[in-house]
């Protein structure tokens, strides 16, 4: 053994002299199961160790310094690096207690097809002994390429950890084409041996960059976990590699998970042909001054976010801060999905500098963004606030889908303060928001408001969609400043339908301040729509029917949608607690439009009704003012002149309030005992008036009518 954790042997190959030199490596291995314990190699005109060939199988490396001087504190660099592993050498053991650093290129160099099932652990590689101090390899700490596949570095327990710091370019480098089945657990990249200082890597902690498919970074059980933390500039850079797993790991964090030891810019970057890769579940991606997570590019697509922490510490209950953006999907990147319907697929993604999710660009499209808890701590029941946006979807990006329809699909988009938007929609076409609970818990009834909207639409945006009326559709958007805005005369055609909206302290729906109804076309947002005037509501039986009249263009069709309320909407003006239902009227000539909705779900007898208008090119209204329901008749059928007693039977006028339902009945005897009258027909009024025959009464001299609703 050494002695004072040094090697006992100090093999110097800059003393050989050139006239001298038989060999350019400090040791070739060339057989298998030998042993290479407490010998420093430095100064080698190639590489301080060479494993080449495939007999060359189960040698072990310890308790050696590589490209380091005497003093462990120095580079004394092979001129390669420090360990060539190539040609088929495997399965050999390369720690612990070596020190891998100052090398001319990489610390450790694996490299070939069925180069495999070679370990490196517990090294310090790229630090000194200490693992306090950087003493770079110039290149990267650990180079895995050329189809290498099934070797690990790190371990499941302290004593196979490596500390991967320092180094020139990257701490890990894995690249290639068919270079699979690696693994990389356990290890502190980017820190010192405490896990709490930052000795970075100055290119990135971990680089996939060549076509690797099907790797592992960290794993579910804490003990695999890396800390990949302050680094230059990612965490991890991945481009052209699909099919890797990234899970449980701490990134831009201390080993404690506890407070930032953040990355210089971003945690982890996709960019390029990367698609596939599992980003989850278990991270902790906190501290990093610009992303957590950032996907750039057209081809980086259908890659998962799952089951993380973004902008929170370990536990899930603290900001960590610093974060400007917990993820970013940009460039045109598509079909990424953040969260999912699982329980252990939701992200948290909370107490972030900027946004929770920042979506931007031309062609960033088809993006799931569902079942996460964005704004606050991991059990959906306090804020921790993501400060101006929740999430923000800008210039060009389009299609993309914030929700869902089915259960858990939702997000809750909640807590945000600064700006206070909890979603916000720019310059952004054909975007989906559906399900999602924004600016309450993750029950829907309880307050975490955004500062200033529930949800933004603005600055050009045409054709997102907010809400709708199948089941499951619509979001909850309650306890925010305004439920919806809508700004700018070039944003129109978003629907707004079916969302429950409530407890808003301002207009539940808002359309840059529009108040009151107009003759003809406006311009403004959504074509500042105008709303219905809701004229009366009454309860009867279990039903409720709905009155009223909607001006706007002339001979067009509108979607009327009706809600109920507990109280009424801020100045008059109704929200939309609970969606009741819809029916479609067609303006005549001069624009006016008459309904009546019968709502057969409940007697909302003593609560507030408002309704909303949405033209067939999608722009929707504010809320009308809301009508408290009363107790009121049913309006009442009459039946008019002519009377006729033809061959064919008797035949009458009637009219009607269109859209109640009726039956006409008949009876033969006014008497006291009055028989049971008979239904002869029973319809829903689509029309004012009906000319009506009854058949049947061809035998009679005299019968009685009468038209009752329901």
């Not at 005497?70 to 592993?85: D, R």
């Not at 040609?87 to 490299?111: D, E, K, L, M, R």
């Not at 079916?498 to 403004?524: C, R």
Request: hydrophobic letters at 35%.
């Amino acid at each position: 053994p050494g002695y004072a954790g040094k090697p006992l042997i100090m093999v110097d190959g800059s003393q050989i002299l050139p006239e001298t030199y038989t060999s350019d490596t400090g040791l070739l291995v060339y057989s298998a199961s030998n042993q290479v314990k407490d010998v420093s190699f430095s100064g080698f005109v190639w590489n301080g160790l060479t494993f080449e060939y495939p007999y060359v199988t189960n040698n072990t490396v310890a308790g050696c310094w590589l490209g380091v001087d005497s003093t462990g504190t120095n580079p004394a660099p092979n001129a390669f690096q420090g360990i060539l592993v190539a040609n088929g050498s495997s399965h050999n053991i390369f720690g612990p207690s070596n020190v891998i650093s100052g090398n001319a290129q990489y610390g450790i160099f694996i490299t070939g097809t069925n180069t495999t099932g070679n370990i490196i652990k517990g090294n310090f590689i790229g630090t000194d002994p200490s693992g306090a101090i950087a003493v770079p390899n110039t290149k990267s700490g650990v180079d895995i390429s050329g189809a290498t596949t099934a070797n690990v570095i790190g371990g499941t327990n302290t004593a196979a950890r490596n500390i991967l710091s320092g180094n020139t370019e990257y701490g890990i480098w894995l690249s290639d084409t068919n270079t699979t089945a690696n693994l990389i657990e356990g290890n502190y990249i980017g820190t010192d041996v405490t896990g709490s200082n930052a000795i970075p890597n100055q290119f990135s902690g971990i680089f996939l960059g060549g076509g690797e498919t099907s790797n592992t970074i960290g794993g579910t059980n804490a003990s695999a976990r890396n800390v990949i933390s302050g680094n230059i500039p990612y965490a991890f850079f991945m481009t052209n590699a699909s099919y890797n797993v990234i899970s449980g790991n701490y990134i831009g964090v201390n080993a404690s998970g506890e407070t930032a030891l953040g990355n210089t810019m971003t945690g982890l970057g996709l960019f390029g042909i990367v698609h596939s890769n599992y980003i989850g579940a278990g991270n902790v991606i906190s501290g990093n001054p610009q992303y957590g997570i950032e996907i750039g590019g057209p081809t980086s697509s259908n890659n998962f976010i799952f089951g993380n922490y973004i902008g929170l510490d370990a536990v899930g209950i603290n900001a960590i801060g610093i974060q400007s953006t917990g993820v970013g999907i940009l460039d045109g990147a598509e079909g990424n999905v953040i969260g999912g319907t699982s329980l252990g697929a939701r992200n948290v993604i909370s107490g972030n500098n900027g946004y929770g999710i920042y979506i931007s660009d031309p062609g960033t499209s088809n993006n799931l963004v569902t079942g996460n808890l964005i704004g606050t701590d991991m059990t959906g029941t306090y804020a921790i606030p993501n400060v101006n946006f929740g999430i923000g979807v800008w210039s060009g990006a389009s299609g993309n889908t914030i929700g869902g329809t089915s259960a858990g699909a939702g997000n809750v988009i909640s807590g945000t303060t600064g700006y206070g938007y909890g979603l916000a929609i720019g310059g952004a076409n054909s975007n989906l928001v559906e399900g999602n609970y924004i600016g309450t818990d993750i029950t829907g009834t309880n307050n975490l408001q955004n500062g200033f909207a529930g949800v933004v639409v603005e600055s050009g945006s045409v054709g997102d969609v907010i809400g709708g009326t199948s089941a499951g559709a619509g979001n909850t958007l309650a306890f925010n400043a305004y439920g919806v805005t809508v700004y700018q005369s070039n944003t129109t055609n978003n629907p707004i339908r079916g969302n429950a909206i409530f407890d808003n302290y301002y207009a539940g729906i808002n359309l840059d301040g529009f108040t009151d109804n107009h003759t003809g076309y406006l311009p403004g947002p959504d074509d500042w729509q105008n709303y219905p005037i809701v004229t009366n509501a009454f309860g009867y039986g279990g039903s409720t029917v709905i009155k009223g009249s909607l001006n706007s263009l002339n001979n067009q069709n509108y979607f009327i949608d009706f809600f109920n309320n507990n109280a009424q909407g801020p100045g008059g003006y109704g929200e939309g607690q609970v969606y009741l239902g819809s029916l479609t009227v067609t303006t005549g000539p001069t624009g006016n439009a008459f309904f009546a909705y019968t709502n057969t779900s409940g007697n909302f007898y003593g609560q507030y009704i408002s309704a909303t208008a949405t033209a067939a090119n999608g722009d929707t209204s504010e809320f009308g003012p809301d009508v408290l329901a009363t107790n009121l008749p049913a309006p009442f059928a009459q039946l008019i002149g002519p009377f006729r007693w033809l061959p064919n039977g008797f035949a009458f006028n009637l009219t009607f309030t269109t859209n109640f339902s009726y039956h006409i009945q008949a009876t033969t005897n006014l008497a006291p005992n009055a028989i049971q009258w008979v239904n002869l027909t029973n319809f829903t009024a689509t029309s004012t008036s009906l000319v009506f025959t009854d058949r049947t009464a061809t035998s009679f001299h005299a019968r009685f009518y009468r038209a009752v609703s329901p």
